[in-house]
């Protein structure tokens, strides 16, 4: 059993910064693949960005790739996101999911366990 939290969110304006945390429990997070996904009010949870166990391979959306950086601290048991040049489309509730894989990182219905997630709001 992983618990995850996320912390992190908050409401910036348009071209601002904030870092997502995500922590987990439990002895096997190295064992895990990380994932980000957002939803947004009326939409589907969609992909943000992954990393695999190791941390050696990394994913992202395409609308966030030069803005958002993802990262692991396996002796923290946490994984990162560390989001630059925010854009109200960018609001959304992210979640950070872990899979006990290292490929389908890109579907959220591959995932194994979930956060609560959090609120991030961009104002333009």
């Known amino acids: 059993q992983v618990q995850l939290v996320e912390s992190g969110g908050g409401l910036v304006q348009a071209g601002g910064s904030l870092r997502l945390s995500c922590a987990a429990s439990?002895?096997?997070?190295?064992?895990?693949?990380m994932g980000w996904f957002r939803q947004a009010p009326g939409k589907e949870r969609e992909f943000v960005s992954a990393?695999?166990?190791?941390?050696?391979?990394?994913y992202y959306k395409d609308s966030v790739k030069g803005r958002f950086t993802i990262s692991r601290d396996n002796a923290k048991n946490t994984v990162y996101l560390q989001m630059n040049s925010l854009k109200p489309e960018d609001t959304a509730v992210y979640y950070c999911?872990?899979?006990?894989?290292?490929?389908?990182?890109?579907?959220?219905?591959?995932?194994?366990?979930w956060g609560q997630g959090t609120q991030v709001t961009v104002s333009s």
């Open positions: 999911g872990a899979r006990s894989a290292d490929y389908g990182l890109a579907s959220w219905y591959q995932y194994d366990y």
């Open positions: 990393i695999n166990s190791s941390g050696r391979n990394i």
């Open positions: 439990g002895r096997t997070f190295s064992s895990y693949a």
